[in-house]
Nanobody, 127 residues
Framework: QVQLVESGGGLVQAGDSLRLSCAAS????????MGWFRQAPGKEREFVAS????????SYANSVKGRFTISRDNAKNTVYLQTNSLKPEDTAVYYC????????????????????WGQGTQVTVSS
């Protein structure tokens, strides 16, 4: 069982930055690939970024590539999402998720691959 708690969301202006954090409970955090998803009002949840269990491999949605960076600290059981150059279209609830994998370098981009989900943190970007 893994419990995930996101933090760091807020209301910012276009061009600003935010760092989202996701703290995980449990001693097996390093066994999970981690991901960030987001869901805007009236839209389906979409993949944002993923990081392998060893932190070496990352993957991103095209819409955030070059602006967002995912990282993890396995000693702190925490995964981060640094969001830069925010745009109004980045406005959404951001969710952290954990996917149990057997590959140290595997990143997961599909929501059904993820077993555990956090409650989400709201990011609102004004123009």
């Amino acid at each position: 069982q893994v419990q995930l708690v996101e933090s760091g969301g807020g209301l910012v202006q276009a061009g600003d930055s935010l760092r989202l954090s996701c703290a995980a409970s449990g001693r097996t955090f390093s066994s999970y690939a981690m991901g960030w998803f987001r869901q805007a009002p009236g839209k389906e949840r979409e993949f944002v970024a993923s990081i392998s269990m060893n932190g070496v491999k990352t993957s991103y949605a095209n819409s955030v590539k070059g602006r967002f960076t995912i990282s993890r600290d396995n000693a702190k059981n925490t995964v981060y999402l640094q969001t830069n150059s925010l745009k109004p279209e980045d406005t959404a609830v951001y969710y952290c998720a954990a996917a149990y994998t057997v590959g140290s370098y595997y990143t997961a981009s599909l929501s059904y691959e993820y077993t555990y989900w956090g409650q989400g943190t709201q990011v609102t970007v004004s123009s």
